[in-house]
């Protein structure tokens, strides 16, 4: 028995999953949302659809596998057909913060790959203005101190991700930041602003990066282009 937040991610994840044709490239993207997509996606195999998947984290490469889906390295892809993936965070303009399962890096390639980007996500993740969600920054480790000074110059508020006692690692090795910048005024501009920090591998802000948002809201799927 599912309860009903499950219930509506399994609604617009095979609401998604209608979306992928036969002969596909198809970007795989992370999080409990996507699971149901790939769960479906896996069934639609069995009824003879076949495309290649692309992964955006380790633990989706595994269950993408898991359900016969065959896949295509990231590092091998050269194009997208379209992608799907999860969000933290969303506005009707199409910016999104990602990155709260630390697939942030990966998850940009795929969406920077992909001709259609199509976004699962139920409707309390949805904001005005983004910043209630930490900006997730993923940071190499040997530059640790130096980026935390600078996303404090930022306005910023660094905090390192914890996994238990540890730090949180990433598929690629590095930590994480979750960074409480307050309200985000202007995404571009502090896309911008961390684009330009060395030391950072990349951070969870989405602009301009997505084509379609799936939002499931109790029995119904809305849709913002
Ligand atoms: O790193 C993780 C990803 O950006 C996920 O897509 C995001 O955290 C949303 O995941 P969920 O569908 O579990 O809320």
Redesign the pocket.
Known sequence: MIDSKQQE?REVALKAAELVKDGNIVGL??????DFVIVELGRRIKDGLQFTGVAS?LKTERLADSYGISMQELGMTSGIDISI????EFTEQLHLI???????FR?KIVASLSNNTIIV?DST?KVNQLGQFGV?VEVVPSAYEFVKKQLIKLGGNPIIRKSLAENFITDNGNFVFDVDFGIIGNPACLAQQLDGIVGILEH?LFVSLTTKILMANGNEVVTFT
Not at 85 to 88: K, R, S, T, V
Not at 98 to 104: F, P, R, T, V
Request: net charge positive.
């Open positions: 991610k993207g992370s999080g409990s949302t996507m984290s993936d999860g969000a933290n990602k990155g709260g399962g630390g697939s942030l998850e996500t993740k997730p969870g």
